[in-house]
């Protein structure tokens, strides 16, 4: 099928589905888990599939081990996408909630409610319990959904959708279409340019990925391409307190995108070499290189400068940082208030571990991803982040002659949200 | 000064903005308006010049009878002008306002707290009030921005925002290059291309104008491109708020976005021919053709069909709307539901005049403009729009690996906001 009559679908069940009531989204999250449970044999023996085919293409060099072993599904993680999934049922429905209520006039009402965004571009690479949540956030959140996953996933894929849109499909009064899935590159460059019937694309993988879905879409795009995140250890930082920070925020996960990549330490900080040997004695490679300073590791190498001041690690994070997550250690409470309010990046943090920068530690419950945008959605974003709002006006026959011309006058007074 | 360099300034000086104090900002806005109140004689001195070149562009054919006079300024417009300016200074700051407050963990607090955006591209057409307005606008919300006005303005614009910006240079604290202006065609494609410097941009002016800036960048666009504003005229409606709401909709203002462009009539409506007969006495010209189905006027034209049903009527809009505003005149409180839960636009009327999609009228007080995107903001936009937020975590040290290890579980408790 080509692509224009997907998007097209996925505009008109867009329509259907944000008229939906809670309890019939919750029920369809409830039976995509179910289904899932209840068939995963079946999903096991297209992910063995995959498995084959990758490793054959690991032989020959053209896939990592690591993205091999992110391929690699079994009953337990199966578990722990399904009851990601019912946890995505107990939240909170975000939409149809009041955001505005406001009398203009007598009998001329302002409601503002929160409605989703419509048709959403997602484009994933291989791990394949991506799916499935996308899928449990789409249906939570009204939206419709386009998946493109990785290649090397995709018989997986293929089976947890159909086992998902097969079940659903027996709860009356739930659309079709709301979940399709695209397979090939076309796909992709013609879902960039949809911007007829695609509202936003969220890309998930590789920054490499994102970036160039950033350079080829005119459509929204939330996510983040970079995660430079820095660590400023003022003059009088607790060194214990220093030490255990960077540790974790380097090496509780290098590869996540809230992993510190530069540290930057004030000139009187007495304890610098300590910390720098306590560093290398957990097997972090530090570097002092100006190269270094745009460049994300993702790994267990840390570039580390000294700076004459809170400006000067101000200035350095805002020139070389990727607006994402960054943390002053400090024993000052007003360089503290400083480094929070001039530091431009989504999460600003006084002695605390980077890694907190994730939507379930924030307690969103679910999370689509962390944006770095200026716009619409910053930080870690949950089921907020897919909706929208429209205004709703509820008069009597009101005509805007009659305000302009000095007959009636606006009341504009705000009434209680419930 | 060439385009890059004036952007980088803009950037820095969003970094100093964005940590000044309501009372220094709302100092700055009187300043302005004080100043231009003084210097009246300045501004109809450029404007005349403007006037005078216009003429002879007027002559020439070049441009229109209504842009030359959108053109014109006098004591009344500055005086309007000038207490729009004020006006800005009395609404709420809306920088630093805290829209989350949630304890983590024990001495682990996130607070999530409105920001400015940080540098806006503003592109305008003829209408001198602008730029103050817009500058009025970025200072109450801590951006700074880059404006270029239209060309037959130019004089009127430079001398506004020259005498805007010698007053804030005598603010003690106010940073440089909060306001700056550019003059040339190159300059909108430098600006439409700079995203490492530029985080909005905001058309105001023709739909062409927004359509060609929506095109041609992939920096965020906050704006409208089509007004396609929809009346459908139930079965049961009262014919005379039928007349009143149509007709203040079309003729109150009929260039403005918010203008209808099509009336739907339910096919059952008894009074359909008194209905239209009561349009074209008022001048209105009624269309029935397809082709004007997605066409704007901006004129007292008025396209018409006969639908089956609101199911039709919906689906009608939802195809050929442009997302603005549409309303439903009907008696059946359910149909309005139905209506304004199915209409896909900015806003979703019952029984009143389009014509009240207005930032003003909803009480916002100032307005950046209408938006139909389905992302950060619709509908009419007021300072809101021009902020994001940021993740503010305040810890004592805490690191992810303890609650990844069960030592520690988060607690997520939302706090009071003040």
Known sequence: MDFIKIAKQAKEASFKIAGISTETKNRAVLMMANAIEGRVREILAANHKDLTEAEKLMAAGKITKAAFSRLKFDEDKIHDMVSGIRNVAGLDDPINQRLLVRQLDTDLTLFKISCPIGVMGIIFEARPDVIAQIAALAVKSSNTV???????????????????NSTLDKLEGFPKNVLQQ??????????????????????????????????????PVLGHSDGIC????????????????????????????????????????????????????????LINNPESWSFEYSDKILAYKTVKSLDEAINHINTYGSGHTDCIVTNDAPNAEEFMDRVDSAGVYTNVSTRFADGYRYGFGAEVGISTNKTHA????????????????????????????GVKQFRHQDLALD
Chains 1, 2 share one sequence.
Not at 146 to 164: M, S
Not at 187 to 200: G, N
């Open 146 to 164: 386009i998946l493109k996953g990785g290649t090397e996933a995709k018989h997986t894929n293929k089976t947890i959708l159909n086992i998902i």
């Open 182 to 219: 695209v397979f090939s590159r076309d796909d992709v460059t013609e879902m960039l340019k949809c911007s007829r019937y695609i509202d936003l694309i969220i890309p998930r993988g590789s920054n490499s990925l994102v970036k160039f879905i950033k350079e080829n879409t005119r459509i």
């Open 230 to 285: 820095h660590i400023f250890v003022d003059k009088n930082a607790d060194l214990t307190m220093a030490k255990e920070i960077v540790i974790d925020s380097k090496t509780q996960y290098p590869s996540a995108c809230n992993s510190v990549e530069t540290l930057l330490i004030h000139k009187d900080f007495p304890y610098k070499e300590e910390l720098l040997d306590s560093l290398s004695s957990e097997g972090i490679e």
């Open 378 to 405: 910053r930080g870690p974003v949950g089921l907020e982040g897919l909706t929208i709002y429209k205004y709703k006006l509820v008069g009597a026959g009101q005509v805007v002659k009659d305000y302009v011309g």
